[in-house]
């Protein structure tokens, strides 16, 4: 674990420079993969009054969303029924989530935080995550209070679209006795809880990771503006023009996510079949927190193997491995283990993980469960850690796979199985159950 700061003004901590993943240039060809984006549709999109009014623009939106199809059934995407329904249920949650951009919108004027949902998933999500976020103005101060609560890690990060440019580890801020905090986003530079609002920032983020799903509980958070009057009026409940424009956005916006995600799994096929790059994934320019390093891979195996992941662990507030599908999206983790993190893994005795994906549970307790896909993605993450090793990898033969492991690796039953899934089941209900 690395030693605490000094509580008192945040520190401006930046990435580091390492290179970062060959795939994540694809992440800038088309930047209307932004879910961001959305929220300037008025500035981009295609749209007026009368195109809403005489039905057109609902038209193309449709007809638009339909030939998204075509992706998921094009060659290069894995063709099993189990694929293909995470395809069109992907296409079908990336517009829900895109709709609800162009019907809540945003207002930096009156902000609030809003929370994800279970279903909220691309970029290959963090099981162990609630994650949530108030849209900001640059030129604007603003008040955040909160409850710290039990839940294991607790980060802020401040946004230009997916680019970030601040983390905080809440446990760095001053609390009081009973976990309250409480800090100002923006305006000039002052003593105590600060955390700056560079140009071009957009969004506060908020992410809660949870390490004993059993027992952690989430914390709250509210914020408020304070430099003055609210600059702009509350938007109309509906502007036809808006909402025209925010429909040609959504479509946009489909088209460019679906074809960045599925580019970045094709490259991540081809280049990192059953292995962990030797490069970080992304860094801050693509949305992780500064004080985190993680590694995206892909797996593909037969019934009869199993991908073997070995990895000495460090000393890290946080650390997971997680599976995800073709479309870099997490499994069902609340009714399957396809996720691990430090909490819930037994490291062997000497300090090394020994994580293992196959079709079938394999009796042990570090199985990562790839809930009948057989091939996707895979992520380890290293949160706020003394160092960020790459983990090894391996196919074995499935039944030679006890023989890889040590000796004194425990079994897991299948009663013992189902009631750690219940467990997990339970967690997540609580976890997404209420507003904070």
């Known amino acids: 674990?690395?030693?605490?700061?000094?509580?008192?003004?945040?520190?401006?901590?930046?990435?580091?420079?390492?290179?970062?993943?060959?795939?994540?240039?694809?992440?800038?060809?088309?930047?209307?993969?932004?879910?961001?984006?959305?929220?300037?549709?008025?500035?981009?999109?295609?749209?007026?009054?009368?195109?809403?009014?005489?039905?057109?623009?609902?038209?193309?939106?449709?007809?638009?969303i339909g030939r998204a199809a075509d992706e998921v059934q094009a060659?290069?995407?894995?063709?099993?029924?189990?694929?293909?329904?995470?395809?069109?249920?992907?296409?079908?949650?990336?517009?829900?989530?895109?709709l609800g951009g162009v019907i809540e919108g945003a207002d930096p004027d009156r902000p609030h935080f809003g929370w994800s949902t279970q279903r909220m998933k691309f970029g290959l999500d963090c099981p162990d995550a609630l994650y949530g976020g108030a849209h900001v103005d640059a030129a604007a101060t603003y008040r955040v209070r909160g409850r710290r609560s039990s839940v294991h890690f607790l980060g802020i990060s401040v946004m230009a679209d997916i680019r970030t440019l601040h983390s905080v580890d809440v446990d760095d801020l001053e609390l009081d006795a009973d976990g309250g905090f409480e800090f100002i986003a923006g305006g000039a530079e002052r003593p105590g809880n600060w955390m700056p609002l560079d140009a071009g920032a957009n969004t506060l983020q908020v992410r809660q990771f949870f390490y004993d799903w059993d027992r952690e509980q989430p914390a709250t958070f509210a914020i408020e503006r304070i430099d003055g009057p609210p600059i702009r009026k509350p938007a109309r409940d509906m502007d036809p023009a808006s909402f025209a424009?925010?429909?040609?956005?959504?479509?946009?916006?489909?088209?460019?996510?679906?074809?960045?995600?599925?580019?970045?799994?094709?490259?991540?096929?081809?280049?990192?079949?059953?292995?962990?790059?030797?490069?970080?994934?992304?860094?801050?320019?693509?949305?992780?927190?500064?004080?985190?390093?993680?590694?995206?891979g892909y797996f593909k195996l037969a019934d009869d193997e199993a991908l073997l992941i070995e990895v000495e662990v460090?000393?890290?507030?946080?650390?997971?491995?997680?599976?995800?599908?073709?479309?870099?999206?997490?499994?069902?983790?609340?009714?399957?283990?396809s996720s691990l993190n430090g909490h819930q893994a037994r490291v062997?005795?000497?300090?090394?993980?020994?994580?293992?994906?196959?079709?079938?549970?394999?009796?042990?307790?570090?199985?990562?469960d790839p809930d009948g896909h057989h091939q996707g993605s895979m992520i380890y993450r290293w949160n706020i850690a003394d160092?960020?090793?790459?983990?090894?990898?391996?196919?074995?033969?499935?039944?030679?796979?006890?023989?890889?492991?040590?000796?004194?690796?425990?079994?897991?039953?299948?009663?013992?199985r189902a009631e750690i899934v219940e467990r997990r089941r339970q967690h997540v209900v609580r976890r997404f159950a209420r507003p904070l």
């Open 387 to 416: 160092r960020y090793p790459i983990p090894s990898t391996r196919v074995v033969r499935l039944d030679e796979l006890r023989k890889q492991l040590p000796p004194d690796t425990p079994g897991v039953t299948p009663a013992e």
């Open 75 to 98: 060659s290069d995407v894995p063709d099993t029924e189990i694929d293909r329904a995470d395809g069109y249920r992907y296409l079908a949650m990336i517009v829900r989530n895109a």
């Open 1 to 64: 674990m690395t030693a605490p700061r000094a509580p008192g003004r945040l520190p401006r901590v930046t990435s580091k420079p390492d290179d970062t993943d060959a795939t994540s240039e694809i992440f800038s060809r088309d930047d209307r993969w932004l879910p961001s984006r959305i929220l300037t549709a008025d500035d981009w999109a295609d749209g007026s009054a009368g195109d809403l009014v005489s039905g057109a623009a609902w038209r193309a939106f449709t007809e638009r």
């Open 245 to 296: 424009r925010g429909l040609d956005a959504v479509a946009q916006h489909l088209d460019a996510a679906v074809q960045m995600w599925k580019g970045v799994a094709v490259a991540k096929r081809e280049r990192d079949l059953n292995v962990f790059p030797s490069e970080e994934f992304g860094g801050a320019q693509m949305g992780a927190q500064t004080h985190q390093r993680a590694g995206i």
């Open 348 to 368: 062997d005795a000497d300090g090394v993980i020994r994580a293992v994906v196959t079709q079938s549970d394999p009796g042990v307790p570090k199985w990562l």
């Open 314 to 337: 460090p000393a890290a507030k946080y650390w997971s491995f997680d599976l995800g599908n073709f479309w870099m999206e997490s499994l069902d983790y609340a009714n399957h283990q």
